[in-house]
């Protein structure tokens, strides 16, 4: 069964312009979830979605977007893109008892 | 608000030894906390996942539990091993919304040969 896929894996952005990452869940998992991983801040949670709907959002302002696809793809959007977002960006897909499988990461280099 | 605390930040141990992973938790109304480990620069490998209604999971050299009431969870390494160096983390799922994880800061764990 393949993993959690993420793309891109790394990506470098000038302030101001906005990027799109992408997360394929695990075969049969309806739930993805996005998070940000900061050295100062750790791990916080982005948003949750299922079955296309949002289902859960972080706190973290309205430049931070996601949407789900029928076949559970996740893409999550950031705009005008801030220094301070440079981070590793984290989907985890969800099985029905909760358990969080994580893929690798995109890491977000914003200069 | 849910907040995580791991103690300590940072182990070093001699290869073979046990040792032992502290994670509490503020709110006890949680419906799973799950454990995971991260190697630098890469995503998080679930290890284990204790359900709100368990006291404890076993992996192999791996053992974790869960006090509900006191919010406290540990992890216990059993013979550590060179390859276990990376850092561990904790999360919990809260009960209104379980796919939200709370994570804690991590441990970081070195095991010297």
């Known amino acids: 069964k393949a993993g959690v896929t993420q793309t891109p894996r790394y990506l470098i952005k000038t302030r101001g312009q906005q990027v799109t990452l992408s997360c394929s869940p695990i075969?049969?998992?309806?739930?993805v979830s996005w998070y940000q991983q900061t050295p100062g801040q750790g791990l916080q949670f982005l948003f949750e979605?299922?079955?296309?709907?949002?289902?859960n959002k972080g706190n973290f302002p309205g430049r931070f977007s996601g949407r789900q696809f029928s076949n559970s793809r996740s893409e999550m959007n950031v705009s005008t893109l801030e220094l301070g977002d440079s981070a590793l960006y984290l989907c985890?897909?969800?099985?029905?008892?909760?358990?969080?499988?994580f893929g690798q990461g995109t890491r977000l280099t914003v200069v | 608000k849910q907040e995580v605390t791991q103690i300590p930040a940072a182990l070093s141990v001699p290869e073979g030894e046990n040792l032992v992973l502290n994670c509490s938790f503020t709110?006890?109304?949680?419906?799973?906390l799950q454990w995971f480990r991260q190697d630098p620069g890469k995503g998080l490998t679930s290890l284990l996942l204790?359900?709100?209604?368990?006291r404890e999971q076993t992996s192999g050299r791996l053992n974790a539990s869960l006090d509900k009431s006191s919010g406290r969870s540990t992890l216990y390494i059993a013979a550590s091993q060179p390859g276990d160096s990376a850092t561990y983390l904790c999360?919990?799922?809260?009960?209104?919304?379980?796919?939200?994880?709370?994570f804690g800061k991590g441990t970081l764990l070195t095991v010297n040969p």
């Open positions: 985890a897909s969800n099985n029905l008892n909760t358990e969080a499988f």
């Open positions: 075969s049969g998992h309806r739930s």
């Open positions: 979605y299922f079955s296309e709907t949002q289902r």
């Open positions: 709110d006890s109304a949680i419906y799973n």
């Open positions: 204790i359900q709100s209604s368990q």
């Open positions: 999360a919990v799922g809260g009960k209104q919304s379980n796919y939200k994880l709370t």
